[in-house]
């Protein structure tokens, strides 16, 4: 299993700001997973971290508007940039573990963050 | 793009009574899993069946897969108003790794009434 802590749980921001959410995990690795889950939707991948490389955004996500930081194995960070009232959702960071002799990916998830853009 | 898409979208029964919720996807699957939300929060993996399995147990819950049908069942016995919360369904598709990439349907809402 991971024990993965991210902060802040939620936060309530002006429009136009940036909040950047933190995520540590206590055992190192290799790709960390950021999601973001609007009202009521489901969880939409939108990066994946990598450490030591850039990280690869999925369709409809940018850099520029989610940039992502991967100091190290058990850490990162992903940045909501010039934030709007869209950008209200919950942020959850994920990391995956193999199991069984499959190697079938589990998910473990942070507590998430609730971002209200007011 | 979306994979699971679960059924019904939202679900209401009385404490005691058995839940189904079901999950059907469209690709090729290494194994589907199960996963619960609780108000918002971050997802707990509930349990995981392979794709060559067809039916797993795990305390009160059972899931089947039906792999010629693409589809699955969740099944809460004896409920409990703890077991209130979102579940969603989510595939690994990538083969094998674990860097396998997760897909979520789009999540069932279970109310269970004391």
């Known amino acids: 299993s991971a024990v993965i802590s991210q902060k802040p749980s939620r936060d309530i921001c002006q429009r136009g700001t940036s909040l950047t959410i933190q995520c540590q995990v206590d055992?190192?690795?290799?790709?960390m997973f950021w999601y973001r889950q609007q009202p009521g939707q489901s969880l939409t991948l939108i990066a994946t971290?990598?450490?030591?490389?850039?990280?690869?955004?999925e369709s409809g996500f940018v850099i520029d508007k989610f940039p992502i930081s991967r100091p190290n194995l058990t850490f990162s960070t992903l940045t909501v940039s010039n934030m709007s009232p869209e950008d209200s959702s919950i942020y959850l960071c994920?990391?995956?573990?193999?199991?069984?002799?499959?190697?079938?990916?589990?998910?473990?998830f942070g507590q998430g963050t609730r971002l209200t853009v007011v | 793009s979306q994979q699971g898409e679960e059924d019904p979208q939202a679900l209401s029964i009385q404490e005691g009574e058995n839940a189904t919720m079901n999950c059907s996807y469209k690709?090729?699957?290494?194994?589907l899993q199960w996963y619960r939300q609780n108000s918002g929060r971050g997802l707990v993996h509930l349990i995981l069946?392979?794709?060559?399995?067809r039916e797993k147990h795990s305390g009160r819950l059972r899931v089947t897969l039906d792999t010629s049908k693409k589809s699955s069942s969740l099944l809460i016995t004896a409920s409990r108003a703890a077991d209130t919360a979102s579940y969603f369904c989510?595939?690994?598709?990538?083969?094998?790794?674990?860097?396998?990439?997760?897909?979520f349907g789009k999540g069932i809402t279970l109310s269970v009434r004391p």
């Open positions: 994920s990391v995956a573990r193999t199991r069984g002799e499959g190697f079938s990916t589990e998910a473990f």
């Open positions: 055992s190192q690795v290799t790709m």
């Open positions: 971290a990598n450490q030591g490389s850039e990280a690869t955004y």
């Open positions: 690709t090729s699957i290494n194994n």
């Open positions: 069946i392979r794709s060559n399995e």
């Open positions: 989510a595939t690994d598709a990538a083969g094998t790794g674990a860097n396998s990439k997760l897909t």
